[in-house]
């Protein structure tokens, strides 16, 4: 998303979706218990007139539910009313997420009849296992027919995926990301597992019949995937469920929950990083990294954990991290003279 978008999110939670696929539970996700109206949208709209700085990219997003599952008359009716502040200058566009079996070109000529630009595919995997015990109720081949009519009719495609699910592995989250690349979507959202309260797989997990994905987990699995997105030039748009009072007061029993999610993904990249410029060097050496000024968070580490493991994996006498003139990469490897 560029800088100078601006999204006024409306949630429909459940809404539509045919399936109770086992991770999930909209209401507490997204933290609103009641379907969206028009009303809604309205209320949503002139809210935030009074806040976004005019001249920006302003969307109106459904998100939460299947938008495009629900009937065909509640959509237009949401759409409508969204689209009048399309009409009159304020809103650019429109954007929804859906499932892939809910797409066809039907459905796409009213999307777009409305002012929709963006769509978001929720996919989750591309793994047959993993669909089928996730309970997705839809193949890889829906996601990769959807994506190719979405792109054929001129909207931005973004794909959402999951790690950690039901019959996952490290090696299947790789095979999906590779499979997304040959899409070619504009962007991902990544969301890690969480066990939510109230599901399928939060009992699946306390009869021991799910191993959990932990927060590190996950940040592994991410870590992974988000630089082959990157050198596909694909954008990252979000890593990790947005933070909810529900979510952080409990409602999320385990798995990858994290209010910096994103941020520690980046930091163990970087960590990967550094781990290669390290190569060869010494031990007992002291080091001297720099880099751009606005990752040296990110390379240190949250809690200093980079540098903490670096220095015990190369037995380093100290490693010292700041920010470079060119921010560029640099390294510095004093050797220790009592050898």
């Known amino acids: 998303m560029s800088a100078r978008e601006s999204i006024i999110p409306v949630f429909v939670p459940h809404v539509g979706c045919p399936n109770n696929c086992v991770f999930c539970n909209q209401r507490k996700i997204s933290g609103q218990l009641k379907p969206a109206s028009p009303e809604t949208v309205i209320k949503a709209v002139e809210n935030a007139k009074g806040i976004l700085p ?16 629900i009937p065909s008359e509640e959509q237009k009716a949401l759409l409508s009313t969204a689209y009048r502040y399309i009409e009159e200058g304020f809103l650019s566009s429109i954007r929804l997420s859906t499932r892939p079996d809910a797409i066809d070109r039907e459905i796409l000529e009213r999307l777009r009849l409305f002012g929709v630009k963006t769509i978001e595919l929720g996919a989750q995997s591309l793994d047959r296992e993993v669909l089928h015990r996730s309970g997705r109720g839809h193949t890889a081949e829906d996601v990769f027919n959807a994506a190719e009519l979405v792109k054929e009719y001129g909207f931005r495609l973004i794909i959402q995926l999951m790690t950690g699910l039901p019959g996952d592995t490290p090696d299947k989250d ?14 991902v959202r990544i969301y890690p597992t969480v066990i939510i309260r109230d599901t399928a797989l939060y009992e699946l997990w306390k009869a021991g019949k799910y191993k959990e994905h932990t927060v590190d987990d996950a940040v592994e699995a991410c870590s992974r995937m988000v630089p082959l997105f ?7 748009i979000r890593i990790g469920l947005n933070p909810t009072d529900d979510l952080s007061s409990g409602e999320a029993a385990g798995g990858a929950y994290h209010p910096a999610l994103g941020e520690m993904v980046r930091s163990r990249i970087m960590y990967y990083h550094i781990h290669d410029l390290l190569q060869g060097v010494k031990p007992g050496s002291r080091a001297i990294i720099t880099g751009p000024g606005a990752k040296l968070s990110q390379m240190i580490g949250q809690h200093r954990v980079n540098i903490d493991r670096l220095k015990k994996e190369y037995s380093l006498s100290e490693i010292k991290m700041k920010p470079s003139e060119d921010d560029g990469f640099h390294v510095l490897i004093e050797e220790c003279l009592n050898e």
């Not at 005019?54 to 599952?69: C, K, P, V």
């Not at 499979?179 to 504009?186: D, G, K, L, N, T």
């Open 174 to 187: 790789m095979e999906t990301a590779l499979e997304v690349c040959r899409i070619a979507p504009y962007g």
């Open 230 to 236: 990157e050198e596909n030039g694909i954008e990252i």
């Open 54 to 69: 005019a001249g920006e990219d302003i969307q109106l997003a459904f998100y939460g539910g299947s938008f495009t599952a």
